[in-house]
């Protein structure tokens, strides 16, 4: 397994190319491959939340980011997506290293998974936000 912290796994409102934030990865961050990680991905309303799971059959779908300037663009990022000490607590999301499958292997990327409840929410059984939303 390839380890960095150089790579940001995004599988939600950051794949919709008119979102600010997804427009400041394009610009500052390059394309790196396609990608999977066990779990579910749950619809909140607005976007998505997805949850981390290895005995989980089920996957979720997106895109790994390069960062070219890690800790600024975590820095930008963990704003929108709730994260960070100066947050509400509990945050909304946590950002976590996990293991994401590519075709050609697995690598380590930073990831914002959902840090809340997800009862009632409903589930998106093809884990592919993108496709969910017709984005």
């Known amino acids: 397994m390839?380890?960095?912290?150089?790579?940001?796994f995004v599988y939600g409102t950051l794949l919709d190319e008119s979102n600010e934030f997804a427009i400041y990865l394009k610009e500052?961050?390059?394309f790196y491959n396609k990608g999977r990680f066990q779990g579910?991905?749950?619809d909140l309303g607005e976007y998505p939340g997805a949850?981390?799971?290895r005995n989980n059959r089920c996957y979720v779908y997106g895109?790994?980011?390069?960062?070219k300037n890690t800790a600024e663009a975590l820095k930008y990022?963990?704003?929108y997506e709730g994260f960070g000490e100066?947050?509400?607590q509990p945050n909304l999301f946590i950002r976590t290293i996990i293991s994401v499958e590519t075709e050609s292997g697995k690598i380590d990327c930073w990831?914002?998974?959902?840090n809340l409840s997800v009862d009632g929410f409903e589930v998106i059984e093809s884990g592919d936000y993108t496709g969910y939303k017709n984005l």
């Open 28 to 30: 500052n961050c390059s």
């Open 51 to 53: 949850i981390a799971d």
């Open 2 to 8: 390839k380890e960095t912290g150089n790579y940001l």
């Open 86 to 88: 100066e947050q509400e």
């Open 63 to 67: 895109s790994i980011i390069e960062l």
């Open 77 to 79: 990022l963990d704003d």
């Open 111 to 114: 990831a914002y998974l959902y």
């Open 40 to 42: 579910k991905l749950y």
